[in-house]
């Protein structure tokens, strides 16, 4: 008997070993070839089912394979309490204990039946009854994870699967402070999975989640054992905490079209942690992945950027490290931002205590990882100049811990980076986003009144593009007959709005840099990044029309400044402060005869040359049929010398003006004449002699120079 069951185990002899023997004796390629299956020799044979079954026997078979489902989840569920009733004998006890609870939480996400959901979640009442020190002492992943799989579950449309998962939360809670007398590392744990389900989750019930929680209250109210302990008012604290994440999840719904609206909330969530690091974490990655799945790439890298500085920052408390970054100070190259995510002081926040700043993602590896994922945004969003920065701060951290086969991937990348700076560019690869200032007045409807914000748009957007998405929005938000757009960009007198009504003020906007920004920011990169100043100008005369003859025509030029610097983590940024200035009609000119020098000069030095481009611009400054074109600017202000002394300097100013500008045409025509061909000849004949009359009607004028201003006056 012993020597058959031998041969039985060992596959020598029986039933599998026959059938295999008599499968090859049958096939083609005889009885010795060990295949399997070929493609070629397999012959189609027609279903012997039919193909039209009744209702009835449709339902048969889904229900017998949902049951042959529930059976083999519930045959591994046995298998699995069978090991747990093992392990204490184990030598590899806490190892095998983990791997147990992944296996149990990986069955509970795979959407079994509700009849294996409430045997999964007793079984894990008793794992964390008998193991507690598992999830409360060694392993805070774990924890984590069964938050977020039981409050999933919370909100599930099924009553009994609520009540089942309600009492393992409450349990679990319970297990926590009768462990450590105090429940925070579950509290914690708790919050973030909720702000984790509210920032990814689109089918999350808020109002089954909501019974839930209500259960949880009763529980803690019922409990006798702990009646008089401060668990059942911390219970109710932190379900207080609970409904106020799903109340403004609740509103993120309701602004789920309006992008802006949705990563504001988000972004003032994020603010209101600003001292538990973990949760602040947690809602900068939720805005990360907003960004990313509407392509704003630069908006991600910057939330991930902003959570690589908050996990350094705390990482530089617990120990100082000369490879890791030294908190925020050492990402200012990256983004002037990212000082907000200072570490706040140590009697409030102290690392590494009641769970706070526990999670991986506050390690090394976990700063690692944020750092290669922002590096990864920045190359999406074409800022690889900021991947350099990024880079700067990963290499030492991987020259430390010997990581060469990183540092070779790294490089490599830096190389790519590095190699698509140094194509020849046309300024067109690139664009880095169009800016418009937004202006919201009125307050009709529950709408913002009196704000002003500076909008970063996808690259190329026009005005009425902006404009007819932000009045469709508020349209179906508050009604047709309540928006209004504000069509040009005068100052709002609030007296002439009907107060029943929301207006909308939407105004193109430049970024402004001084002239000292100018010298030192060279590149579009650097002209593009880091921009808190913004610009636009209005026309306007003192008779109120907004164009008028030369020698009245005026400008408002108004200065914003905003609150942080584009790019930063949400796509608007309130303006908190505006300037304005008035020029007058002859600075008016002489910033006209500037941008027409500055553009001659572009057109000139442009590399490859376009002669289009070029031939246009000389067009617009040398043709005879320029209206209100240089030489009539000239003739209205250089014709006489100014009676008022305080004009001498614009006097002069203006005089020089012009002179550069000859200069300029003179460098464009010579350079026109080197590209044209014979065909274009005549016409270059005709914009010399265009030339030479504009310069000889200018010559006594540029010749008049204002007398020199009188010597201060010293008071002795």
Not at 196 to 213: A, F, I, K, Q
Not at 611 to 636: D, I, Y
Request: with cysteine; net charge negative; hydrophobic share 40%.
């Amino acid at each position: 008997m012993r020597a058959r069951l031998e041969e039985a185990i060992l596959g020598t002899v029986g039933a599998r070993r026959d059938m295999v023997r008599r499968s090859r004796e049958r096939s083609p390629l005889g009885p010795h070839e060990n295949v399997r299956w070929r493609k070629s020799l397999t012959h189609w044979r027609p279903s012997t089912e039919r193909p039209d079954k009744t209702k009835e026997e449709v339902e048969q078979e889904v229900l017998v394979e949902g049951n042959l489902v529930t059976e083999a989840n519930l045959v591994v569920l046995d298998t699995l309490e069978i090991i747990a009733q093992t392990l204490p004998l184990a030598e590899a006890r806490d190892s095998l204990l983990g791997a147990l609870l992944r296996v149990l939480l990986h069955s509970m996400a795979c959407a079994p039946s509700a009849l294996y959901l409430q045997h999964s979640l007793a079984t894990q009442r008793a794992l964390v009854a008998k193991f507690p020190e598992l999830l409360f002492e060694e392993d805070a992943e774990l924890g984590a994870e069964l938050c977020l799989r039981l409050l999933r579950l919370c909100g599930s449309h099924v009553a009994t699967i609520r009540a089942h998962a309600s009492a393992s939360l409450y349990l679990l809670m319970r297990q926590g402070y009768e462990t450590a007398h105090s429940f925070a590392r579950v509290k914690l744990q708790v919050t973030l999975s909720l702000s984790t389900l509210v920032g990814t989750s689109r089918s999350l019930s808020e109002e089954h989640l909501r019974r839930s929680l209500r259960t949880l209250l009763t529980y803690a109210h019922d409990d006798p054992e702990l009646h008089h302990s401060p668990f059942p008012e911390q219970v109710q604290d932190l379900v207080f905490n609970l409904h106020m994440i799903l109340t403004d999840t609740v509103k993120m719904k309701e602004h789920q079209e309006d992008p802006e609206m949705l990563i504001d909330l988000m972004y003032r969530i994020a603010k209101g942690y600003q001292n538990s690091p973990d949760l602040r974490l947690t809602w900068l990655q939720s805005m990360a992945q907003t960004h990313a799945a509407r392509g704003g790439h630069a908006e991600s890298a910057q939330c991930l950027v902003h959570g690589a500085a908050l996990v350094a920052e705390y990482l530089s408390l617990l120990e100082d490290r000369r490879h890791l970054p030294v908190g925020c100070v050492s990402f200012q190259n990256i983004s002037s931002n990212v000082l907000e995510e200072s570490a706040v002081a140590d009697d409030v926040v102290t690392p590494g205590e009641e769970g706070v700043c526990s999670g991986q993602l506050f390690t090394e590896q976990g700063l690692v990882g944020l750092l290669q994922q922002a590096a990864d945004a920045f190359t999406a969003a074409g800022l690889y100049e900021a991947v350099n920065e990024v880079y700067k701060l990963l290499i030492p951290i991987h020259e430390a811990n010997r990581d060469h086969t990183r540092l070779a991937t790294l490089h490599g990348q830096l190389q790519d980076a590095f190699a698509r700076l140094a194509q020849p560019s046309s300024g067109w690869e690139r664009m880095f986003g169009t800016y418009f200032r937004v202006g919201f007045y009125g307050g009709g409807g529950g709408g913002p009144d009196e704000q002003e914000f500076v909008y970063k748009e996808p690259s190329l957007t026009k005005l009425p593009e902006i404009a007819h998405r932000l009045e469709e929005f508020y349209a179906q938000r508050f009604g047709d007959d309540v928006v209004e757009i504000i069509k040009d960009s005068n100052p709002v007198d609030k007296a002439k709005l009907e107060p029943s009504k929301a207006y909308i003020q939407v105004t193109y906007v430049e970024p402004y840099l001084e002239a000292y920004e100018l010298r030192e920011r060279v590149t579009d990169f650097e002209r593009s990044y880091g921009l808190r100043r913004f610009l636009f100008c209005t026309p306007l005369t003192p008779g109120g029309r907004a164009h008028g003859e030369l020698h009245e025509q005026l400008k408002r030029k108004t200065l914003l400044t905003t609150a942080h610097a584009f790019p930063y983590i949400k796509t608007r940024i309130n303006v908190v402060h505006k300037e304005e200035i008035i020029l007058t009609p002859i600075e008016v000119a002489i910033e006209d005869m500037q941008k027409k020098t500055q553009e001659l000069a572009f057109a000139t030095r442009q590399d490859p040359a376009d002669p289009k481009m070029l031939q246009m611009v000389l067009q617009g400054c040398v043709g005879t049929t320029v209206n209100q074109g240089p030489l009539e600017v000239a003739q209205v202000f250089l014709a006489e010398i100014p009676q008022d002394p305080k004009l001498y300097r614009h006097h002069n100013k203006l005089r020089l003006c012009f002179k550069d500008f000859t200069k300029r045409c003179e460098d464009a025509l010579r350079k026109n004449k080197a590209l044209i061909g014979p065909d274009q000849r005549e016409y270059h004949r005709e914009l010399e002699r265009n030339y030479q009359r504009l310069r000889e009607a200018l010559q006594p004028l540029l010749n008049r120079r204002a007398p020199p201003l009188p010597p201060p006056t010293v008071i002795p």
